[in-house]
């Protein structure tokens, strides 16, 4: 078979492969790890707190476009967090609603994890549901 032929039969199988990939396609440690990160940003904890070692255990359809992943990450610790109460309670561009809010979860991580340092490491575990959208797997509140 000549080798023009035989790239041709090469490059076929490979976009046939992808486009069937493509097809089954189910959230997996990177979407996860997205929508980890999402929820940090959102509770004003990614300054604290960096999601690591994602890792998927299982994941199974729910019908009507859902899906439900069960994976375990790492949280570490980018600040102290005796430190990092401090920034926020002396943060004066946040209001105080905002500074009270941020200092309760902070307390609620206290009592959770004790006075952690820097560079601390904590295993989670969590069920995230997701959605298949246009513009990919995006997770469910």
Not at 28 to 34: E, F, N, R
Not at 102 to 122: C, P, Q, W, Y
Request: contains cysteine; negative net charge; aromatic residues 6%.
């Amino acid at each position: 078979m000549p080798a023009t032929v035989r790239c041709v039969h090469i490059v076929t199988a490979l976009l046939a492969l992808t486009l069937l990939s493509a097809c089954s396609r189910s959230p997996d440690a990177g979407d996860a790890q997205k929508a980890l990160e999402a929820e940090m940003r959102n509770a004003h904890l990614d300054g604290l707190l960096e999601v690591t070692d994602v890792e998927k255990h299982n994941g199974y359809e729910d019908g009507d476009g859902r899906y439900t992943v069960e994976v375990s990450y790492s949280l570490e610790a980018q600040e102290d967090l005796e430190g990092y109460t401090n920034q926020v309670k002396g943060n004066e561009e946040l209001s105080g609603l905002d500074r009270f809010a941020m200092i309760m979860a902070l307390s609620a991580l206290r009592v959770e994890h004790g006075n952690f340092k820097k560079g601390d490491t904590f295993q989670r575990q969590q069920v995230i549901h997701f959605r298949d959208t246009e513009k990919g797997w995006m997770p469910l509140k």
